[in-house]
């Protein structure tokens, strides 16, 4: 079968991250994930605010996601609506099991997701970017959180829909995994998939997941190459 | 089975060892193998194994020497903010001020970490060779760069001394207070540090800095 952009049915649009881009942030990253293109910044360990959020024996992680008015074909309303609100949610969610939370009990970890241009696929793109800039943070985690998608294109499971697929498809199921225990911790879907077209579409995108493993890996080892300490 | 050499850079979720082998800062321990868990250097002397990080806010430990802001009173001492996401206090029987004298808000306090506990609440102590800093300027650089700006020994810290006339405190929270001699070339040496801390060939570069 061929897609739209000519690429094989298990094969990723191309993907470029970069650590430490922003200056004011504690940890940040810069993704382009074909033509999405997203900056995550992490703020913390810090004082809880509201205080009333505040947990006693863990750090608590506040998510937020926000897209850029011109970062779709028609201009959106600036704000934060009902989909952002969600997408900070599940964000939260699927990084939240990867992060040593126990460490700094009744501290808050800021994370932002500035998406200044999407492509189908941002909260994949958003969770792997904010993965790596957690770690250019120097926040203590159990691994790296690798993102991506798998869907059904005319009657096909592929892998990372880009926006016409994802428009024309029959289902999107975006997954997050934890690779080193090979634990999901995000898994979503919309449109339809058969029992067995679910399971086909998850391995599918777990195998995805860990080829951004790999590229976050070496988006931090470049960061810091040459380090050397005391 | 150890499978991380000395002074790699490892990222977090890097499997370092397995089996008989002691974790310590930096890494976690998940049935029996041992991780990295943030970005760093992981060195391992004999069956030990720990990751200095690169990057990170100042988490506070007994014994550090910090340097801190007063940030509020209350009735017998004041809470200090210790650049970290924790706030630490300061009883007064702790510090040695003069009779008529008193800290202030704003003040700066030079003190010694004498408990935290599993809640962060931290004690500092304040009396001598501590205490309220008085003029000078602080800087502010990040608390995991600390060891390089002191270097080998105190070899860097001297380097800046000498070459500025200034007096310097470092403290391991990432803020320096300097007085004195040429206080601007001081704590441009000290951003400096800060700034290019993970390229080698430091020293001589900041030797140079402060030479021209």
Partial sequence: ?230 | MIYANNKDLVVPGMLLAEGDYINEDGTHKDKGQIYASVVGICYVDHRKIRVVALEGKYIPKSGDTIIGVVTGERLSGWTVDINSPYFASLSQRDIHVGRFDTLRVGDLVSAKIVRVTETFEISLYAKRPHGRLNEGILVEIHSSRVPRLIGRRGSMIKLIKEKTGSIISVGQNGLVWIRGGNEGLAAQACQMVDREAHIPGLTDRVSGFLSR
């Fill in chain 1, 1 to 230: 079968m061929e897609r739209v952009d000519g690429r094989r049915f298990d094969e990723l649009r191309p993907i470029k991250i970069e650590a430490g881009v922003l200056k004011r942030a504690d940890g940040s990253c810069y993704i382009e994930w074909g033509r999405n293109k997203i900056y995550a910044a992490v703020y913390g360990p810090k004082k809880v605010l509201p205080r009333h959020l505040e947990k006693d024996d863990r750090a608590i992680l506040r998510c937020r996601y926000n897209m850029a008015p011109f970062s779709v074909e028609e201009r959106k309303r600036p704000g934060p609506d009902r989909r952002a609100v969600e997408i900070g949610k599940v964000m939260q969610g699927a990084l939240e099991p990867a992060i040593l939370v126990h460490y700094y009990p009744k501290s808050m970890i800021e994370i932002s997701v500035e998406v200044v241009q999407a492509n189908a696929g941002t909260r994949c793109a958003g969770i792997t970017a904010v993965s790596v800039a957690l770690a250019d943070a120097g926040i203590p985690m159990r691994d790296l959180v690798p993102a991506c998608a798998a869907g059904k294109v005319d009657g096909q499971i592929i892998l990372d829909l880009a926006k016409e697929e994802d428009n024309l498809g029959e289902a999107d199921m975006p997954v997050a995994i934890i690779p080193r225990l090979n634990q999901i911790t995000l898994l979503q879907m919309d449109g339809k998939l058969a029992e067995q077209e679910v399971e086909q579409a998850v391995a599918l995108a777990m195998q995805g997941c860990q080829q951004v493993y790999q590229m976050q890996i070496d988006a931090l080892r470049k960061k810091y190459a040459g380090a050397e300490y005391e």
